[in-house]
T-cell receptor
Framework: QKEVEQNSGPLSVPEGAIASLNCTYS??????FFWYRQYSGKSPELIMS????GDKEDGRFTAQLNKASQYVSLLIRDSQPSDSATYLCAVNWAEDKVIFGPGTSLSVIP | EPEVTQTPSHQVTQMGQEVILRCVPI?????FYWYRQILGQKVEFLVSFYNNEISEKSEIFDDQFSVERPDGSNFTLKIRSTKLEDSAMYFCASDHSGGNSPLHFGNGTRLTVT
């Protein structure tokens, strides 16, 4: 059973549009959820963390968590070409273990 | 802003050799991690380290691998008898409260086994 799943993409959106990225996970005991962005050849960088059901907003980014459905999403408003990257969903799997999904490649078209 | 630093940025080694990848975590962090990313694939968890011992490890982290915190600042990953399939980017990360806090990643070491 796959642990953290994401649509691999590529997801293409026009500049200024909303990009929607989705993630599901299989461990009902997970409590902490993270979205990272990774540019090609670079290390992952944190966009947002979310721990409670509902929405969390930070600038153009909104994370949504639904633990009952084991689903977490990331919305990027007013997408910019600089947002073009791979977006990684990460979930804590144990006290000292965070695992990553395969990532969704986003391309923002000017 | 404090950073996780990794050296070297690129390591080339021959099959069968041993390599040591080095990391300096953020100074007030208590949890340390190694992840691996084979080109074009996902970021894979290898091991977590807390209080001078391994706290979690993946199936990938077999007897070929070991980690050590030789002093108060460095955190190393040793890979023995390297194989072609060990070629990957290796990321060190740290955080201050375990799996419930965000990971801070280093820039990675690209390991090429020839």
């Amino acid at each position: 059973q796959k642990e953290v799943e994401q649509n691999s993409g590529p997801l293409s959106v026009p500049e200024g549009a909303i990009a929607s990225l989705n993630c599901t996970y299989s461990d009902r005991g997970s409590q902490s959820f993270f979205w990272y962005r990774q540019y090609s050849g670079k290390s992952p960088e944190l966009i947002m963390s979310i721990y409670s059901n509902g929405d969390k907003e930070d600038g153009r980014f909104t994370a949504q968590l639904n633990k009952a459905s084991q689903y977490v999403s990331l919305l990027i408003r007013d997408s910019q070409p600089s947002d073009s990257a791979t977006y990684l969903c990460a979930v804590n799997w144990a006290e000292d273990k965070v695992i990553f999904g395969p990532g969704t490649s986003l391309s923002v078209i000017p | 802003e404090p950073e996780v630093t990794q050296t070297p940025s690129h390591q080339v080694t021959q099959m069968g050799q041993e390599v040591i990848l080095r990391c300096v975590p953020i100074s007030n962090h208590l949890y340390f991690y190694w992840y691996r990313q084979i080109l074009g694939q996902k970021v894979e968890f290898l091991v977590s380290f807390y209080n001078n011992e391994i706290s979690e490890k993946s199936e990938i982290f077999d007897d070929q691998f070991s980690v050590e915190r030789p002093d108060g600042s460095n955190f190393t990953l040793k890979i023995r008898s390297t194989k072609l399939e060990d070629s990957a980017m290796y990321f060190c990360a740290s955080d201050h409260s375990g799996g419930n806090s965000p990971l801070h990643f280093g820039n990675g070491t690209r390991l090429t086994v020839t």
